[in-house]
């Protein structure tokens, strides 16, 4: 069963009277995934930007290989 284009709200599970799991589509799910990827990618990449780059030559790198 499919239902195009109807976005359900997330449905929460109870254990007791706190929450502990939540149901959520899966499009919405893999979107999350990927923005929290894209956000640790982010995080690494002003990592690396904050060290000193240093640079070789083509040639240099071709002679030293």
């Known amino acids: 069963m499919r239902t195009k284009g109807i ?3 997330p ?3 109870y254990r007791g009277s706190k929450p502990v799991s939540v149901i ?3 499009k919405q799910y893999k979107e999350m995934v990927e923005r929290l990827e894209d956000i640790e990618d982010m995080k690494a990449l002003n990592k690396i930007m904050k060290r000193p780059q ?5 040639d240099d790198f071709l002679q030293n290989s």
């Open 7 to 9: 976005k359900k709200s």
């Open 24 to 26: 959520i589509d899966i």
């Open 11 to 13: 449905q929460v599970i």
């Open 54 to 58: 240093s640079f070789v030559k083509l």
